[in-house]
């Protein structure tokens, strides 16, 4: 029996710089570009196979203009998930991550701390991030998104795994 085609709508939430353009389309076209210019939340859709399976993830990446500006509840209404991002070198960006979980105290998260090749700017340590994933029972991985490409797309799978999981209970 052909099973169907998944489809799970992530939303990439994090405070203003963390990386979180730069983890969209490392995912997506397995590229890393520095720099992006937009100003609002991007849409996309892409298809990759996870555990075998053909998965269609459509990905907002939101676009918070500053530190206080959490995601809007049309955002996380249309997600069935969220890729928590924060930077290990910006200890603001992590606070900013437990002010978005508690509001979003039931859909399926991952929490990764980017920019993990930046270790001599580190403000937040690894030990800070495996509790705080523990606390939310997720997944967690600090990632270099200018270095690697499968951890990044470790991150999405899980996560997709985790929605896929929660709609069979
Ligand atoms: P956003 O505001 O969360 O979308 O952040 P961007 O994706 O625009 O990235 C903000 C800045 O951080 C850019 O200058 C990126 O090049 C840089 N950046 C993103 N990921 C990494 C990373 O893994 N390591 C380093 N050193 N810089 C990164
Ligand atoms: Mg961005």
């Given at each position: 029996k052909k099973s169907s085609l998944q489809e799970v709508k992530v939303a990439v939430v994090?405070?203003?710089?963390?990386g979180k353009s730069a983890?969209?389309?490392?995912?997506?076209?397995?590229?890393y570009i520095g720099e992006y210019d937009h100003q609002g939340d991007m849409k996309y859709k892409h298809e990759a196979l996870v555990d075998g399976e053909p998965v269609l993830f459509e990905?907002?990446?939101t676009c918070p203009k500053h530190e206080d500006d959490l995601p809007s509840n049309e955002v996380l209404n249309w997600a069935d998930g969220c890729i928590?991002?924060?930077?290990?070198t910006d200890r603001i960006s992590f606070n900013y991550i437990r002010k978005v979980k508690e509001r979003i105290c039931e859909m399926p998260v991952a929490l990764v701390g980017n920019k993990g090749d930046m270790v001599h700017?580190?403000?937040?340590?690894?030990?800070?991030?495996?509790?705080?994933?523990?606390?939310?029972?997720?997944?967690f991985s600090e990632i270099a998104t200018a270095e690697q490409v499968n951890q990044v797309a470790d991150a999405f799978h899980e996560l997709?795994?985790?929605?896929?999981?929660?709609?069979?209970?």
């Amino acid at each position: 029996k052909k099973s169907s085609l998944q489809e799970v709508k992530v939303a990439v939430v994090g405070a203003p710089g963390v990386g979180k353009s730069a983890i969209t389309v490392r995912f997506i076209t397995k590229r890393y570009i520095g720099e992006y210019d937009h100003q609002g939340d991007m849409k996309y859709k892409h298809e990759a196979l996870v555990d075998g399976e053909p998965v269609l993830f459509e990905i907002l990446d939101t676009c918070p203009k500053h530190e206080d500006d959490l995601p809007s509840n049309e955002v996380l209404n249309w997600a069935d998930g969220c890729i928590l991002v924060y930077a290990i070198t910006d200890r603001i960006s992590f606070n900013y991550i437990r002010k978005v979980k508690e509001r979003i105290c039931e859909m399926p998260v991952a929490l990764v701390g980017n920019k993990g090749d930046m270790v001599h700017l580190r403000q937040v340590s690894t030990d800070e991030g495996d509790i705080l994933a523990k606390d939310y029972e997720c997944s967690f991985s600090e990632i270099a998104t200018a270095e690697q490409v499968n951890q990044v797309a470790d991150a999405f799978h899980e996560l997709s795994r985790e929605i896929v999981q929660s709609r069979k209970k």
